[in-house]
């Protein structure tokens, strides 16, 4: 008999609708009480877009509301005994993206507006964003006798798409900055403040008078508060692995194993539990099946634009060890794209030295890696149409048969019949473009591996073979193999326990695709 499929919250961030329609929600509210008594009332927490950031600060808003029904069953019922109400002021900055000066003013004033039809209109010479806001916080203090809750979703939403621009960027800061102000001179009226965002700004240019929000984006305390550990998944969700198994017609164990192979592998401190994307994992269940939906939900234009800005190669994104300081860094002052591509989510924490106090940032999971490859094979093939989807689908049976040579074919006749990039002049691209296919199709590859006597141009592990490739521009293939033949790249991989086979490949300078190319089993 197939288990009952339960309610899935996609896209509902509102705490009280997911509770009040029995929506599945996996109970983060230890956490939340943890953090509500902890020595500082001023807090920042960092996540990547969709990790339940949102909801999280709907969770807060109605605990702080003293909406106690709403929390019968869950951990906070056993550890609050007070359950005052206070005064919430609630911002969702989620609604401020993509608006010049004038309209992100118009914006906020609009939200103020709400809660001044609650608590009034203040003084005449109330009139810019901040002085408003002081004066609504001083209204709410006075009007209940309880200090107020202020809870910034999203604080850099508005800054977001300019985060790459340097004249509009400083414009809007200074508007958001304005609008922040007020915060400190508040704090005799405010029991709490709490910002959640994406990236983290310094506290010189948003909170220049807010020097005490502490961030716990790294704490170990607040470790999973967002997002869904696998041991959450394994006891809240123990019927929905049934289900999905069941839709997928697979066993249980390669459910899980899929699972964990496309949407695992988030950690945001280290040591950490393994975070899942709750996203995508959520709308997995409620589809059963597996698909690209965090990445589908939309790619970051800002994100792409920094990795153009910085000339960031595909096959250098992850796999990097930096100091915290270099990737839980301010966003403005960024000098290279990893405090971008960590606190979106694109790398993630893999390992911790203690003593070098190095982190290892790589990729998490197959979802991050196939999407962004996607995203970044408009740079190397332009007009990544649904020809290129299938070209790059098809190439996948005969690799995963050990036919190369038939895989090459249909690679040269597809880029003999498509417009090239412009910069293609050199073997670096064709290299980046080979990496970033044979990553579409979910292998394991790397670029310019190291061996006793050089480096590999390209090293490709499929389940059945281990290829050693050597490209070429304007030569021929001939002169590829001879040179990995020459420098024994093979021997390197002498104990990988596959077959090790040798590719020279050439590519056409003025055709733009593939001239020759030579395949040789080692022996």
Not at 20 to 31: A, F, M, P, S, V
Not at 35 to 53: A, Q, V
Not at 240 to 255: S, V, Y
Not at 336 to 353: E, F, M, R, W
Request: one cysteine or more.
């Amino acid at each position: 008999m197939m288990p009952q499929q339960r309610l899935y919250p996609i896209g509902i961030q509102t705490f009280s609708e997911i509770r009040r329609k029995n929506y599945l929600y996996i109970d983060k509210t230890e956490y939340m009480y943890r953090m509500t008594h902890s020595d500082s009332k001023y807090l920042f927490l960092s996540r990547p877009r969709r990790f339940g950031k949102s909801l999280l600060v709907s969770t807060l808003h109605s605990y702080f509301d003293g909406q106690k029904d709403l929390f019968e069953g869950l951990a906070i019922e056993k550890l609050e005994a007070e359950w005052t109400q206070y005064p919430v002021l609630h911002f969702d900055m989620s609604t401020a993206k993509h608006l010049n000066r004038e309209d992100l003013e118009l914006e906020l004033s609009q939200k103020l507006s709400i809660y001044e039809e609650i608590y009034g209109v203040g003084k005449a010479d109330e009139i810019k964003p901040n002085q408003r806001l002081f004066g609504l916080i001083q209204r709410a203090f006075e009007q209940t006798g309880r200090q107020v809750v202020v809870l910034i979703d999203e604080y850099d939403a508005p800054l977001l798409d300019v985060v790459h621009e340097e004249r509009n960027l400083p414009v809007l800061r200074n508007v958001m900055r304005n609008f922040y102000s007020p915060l400190k001179a508040c704090d005799p009226y405010l029991r709490y403040v709490f910002l959640t965002g994406i990236t983290k700004f310094s506290q010189l240019t948003i909170f220049s008078e807010l020097n005490n929000i502490k961030n716990v984006s790294m704490d170990s305390s607040y470790s999973a508060i967002c997002g869904i550990t696998e041991e959450e998944m394994l006891t809240q969700m123990d019927s929905d692995i049934d289900w999905l198994a069941t839709r997928m017609e697979l066993p249980r164990e390669h459910a899980l194993a899929q699972l964990k192979r496309n949407y695992d592998g988030y950690h945001f401190t280290w040591p950490s539990p393994d975070i899942y994307n709750p996203f995508s994992l959520l709308n997995a269940f409620a589809d059963g099946k597996m698909d690209s939906y965090w990445f589908g939900s939309g790619t970051p234009t800002y994100l792409i634009e920094m990795l153009k800005k910085f000339d960031v190669l595909p096959s250098a994104i992850g796999g990097e060890e930096v100091l915290s300081s270099d990737f839980d860094a301010p966003t403005e002052r960024m000098e290279n794209a990893t405090p971008l591509l960590y606190q979106s989510g694109y790398v993630t924490i893999k390992n911790h030295d203690k003593e070098t106090d190095l982190y290892l940032l790589d990729m998490p999971n197959q979802e991050v890696r196939i999407g962004l490859m996607r995203s970044l094979l408009p740079n190397y093939v332009e007009r990544y149409t649904q020809n290129t989807n299938t070209m790059i689908a098809k190439m996948s049976v005969p690799i995963r048969n050990g036919r190369m040579d038939e895989a090459l074919q249909m690679l040269q006749t597809f880029l003999s019949t498509i417009p090239q990039c412009d910069n293609t002049n050199y073997e670096g691209h064709y290299q980046q473009m080979f990496y970033i296919i044979f990553s579409l199709l979910g292998y394991y590859v790397d670029v310019e591996v190291r061996t006793p006597r050089g480096r590999v141009d390209i090293v490709l592990r499929t389940q059945t073979t281990l290829y050693v490739m050597e490209l070429k521009l304007d030569r021929s293939a001939e002169v590829a193999m001879n040179q990995i033949n020459l420098k024994n790249y093979p021997e390197r991989f002498a104990l990988c326990g596959l077959p090790v086979v040798k590719v020279g490949i050439n590519f056409d300078g003025e055709r733009k695709t593939l001239k020759d190319w030579k395949i040789e089993e080692t022996i």
